[in-house]
């Protein structure tokens, strides 16, 4: 958070002169409450702890260090730490505002939101004008699944302070979701030239960068201002992410640990350290690390789903891969990637038949339409976004879309200001052909949030082709380092035959994950032949057909580089007819 200089920090200023000139208490404790709140600010709590620590043994008084200490506690994940700092304390007349801002963000950040709400109007009533209170209602209303009203909040915060700091990386965070990562530097660039020392907007920037693909000058963003930013939790952070991305996950492993973030278990941290593990073959531990995380609220995260199975698959743990997520597979939730994992599982178990199943599925199907994971988790709010989604997902499947229409629309009207609502009743409204009124509700959901699964809803209920590609563009633009997104602009580009350009989107989308793909392989293969390299075609038609032997697009493309009389062509005529009459 920001550093504020506040009702609060004035009293206390006040109240801690006062002290020291009754008591005689020595004047060298004030630079370690100043180093103590400084450190607040740059997101380091630990060290902060420390200065307080000395403080107190210096002899300021408990009741003028409660909140700073509280706010420590919070940001190392202590929630219960920090309610005891703000219970039982002797408080000055002037910290209110302060003390129910911070119970509101402990209560928030243990899932009570109602708890939270009532915390946060106790502080608006204690100070109406205190624009760190704004930020906070701000979030509050985003995880209430009020995006909307979220805006709102942040324009009121900016209003009342338009410098302050928290309010202006919320907005880029904001602009972000909305507009794609290259709207969002832009907003945090011209942040963080009007703001140079706030750390917390030079981390926000630097990550965004690193998002959008740009690693050095994140670095070098990181390393401006007074060079702060580098040491803190976050920015340690934010260089693991990076050193992981280009293929360094020894650093990565080491800037990960100095962040804290994984023994404060931060989901993004926990991931990151699964995913080291993965790279340096320690199954058995990213297993554990993934199934905490699958368990812990993360069950409608595809990624950290197949990345678990992925884990279970290379740590011998073929049954329990199975007996988990084939049923997962085998469904409309099922990406080819785990049915291909649970297909080689049941393979190694030496059921071929049910291998076979899974393995033809993955190579044919791209899997049907399941409902958008929402993103407000309030479970004591019934009938809300969970509760929703699962109720339309139950009746897509049971093909009873009528149902789902019905319950997703009072969803909307009810909260009329959430991406999630919007985003379940084009589901709903898409699986009962609605397909106008799917593209209206998936739109409205897209000017708060547009996340790639919900642009490709919105790929898939275009008027044209055309209109398609140019959603697909304008994504890609904003978001770069997708490389599913930018497989699909060149798959695209490829249909209206304009093979140049899909060229170095098939390179940049394999550069960015998608190297083990087959339909981008067989794609690269089909431009390569397209443009006349039948040597790099024939090479990427057979790495394609080696990762997925039954793949159709990989099968195609390899019947199209091979001579007309040879006999494997004729071989891989039959199979890719056996394989399309599936």
Known sequence: MTFRLSLRAYSLLALTCLVLGACGQPQDTQPEVDKARVELANGNPGIARIHLDHALAAGVPRRDLSLDLAEAALGEGDFAGARNWLEGEDFPAGAAAERHLLLGRIEMAEGNLAAAARAFDSSYEADPANSELWVEIGRLRYRRGEQVQVSQAVERALKLDPENGGALRFRGQLIRDAQG??????FLRDAVERQPDDVSLRVE????????????????VLRGGDGSAVGTAQGLFVQAVIAARGGNFRLARDLL????????????????SAIIDLQEENYASAVRALDRIYGGGQADNRRVRDLLAY?????????????????????????????TLVGRAYEALGDRDTAAEFLDLAAVSQGGMVVLPAV???SSDKGGGVETRNFVRTAIARADPAAGVAKARDFARRFPGSADAFSILGDAELASGNRAAARTAYERSAEIRRGWVLIIRLIGVQNTPADARRMIETYVQGNPMNGEAAAMLADALAAEGKWARAVPLLDHAMQSGMERVPWVLAARSVAARELGDQEEALSFALAAHELQPMNPYAISALIAVLPENDPKRIELEAKLRSVTAI
Not at 258 to 267: K, L, M
């Open 376 to 378: 407000n988790t309030n």
């Open 257 to 272: 640990g100095r962040s804290s973030h994984v023994e404060r278990r931060v989901p993004s941290a926990q991931i990151l």
């Open 205 to 220: 920037l630097a990550a965004t960068l690193g998002d959008a693909g740009e690693a050095a000058e994140a670095l070098r």
């Open 181 to 186: 990562m290259r709207s969002g530097v832009r």
């Open 311 to 339: 884990a279970l698959s290379r740590s011998g743990g073929e049954q329990e891969l199975v007996s988990r997520f084939a049923q997962t597979a085998a469904g409309n939730g099922g990406s080819a990637y785990l049915r």
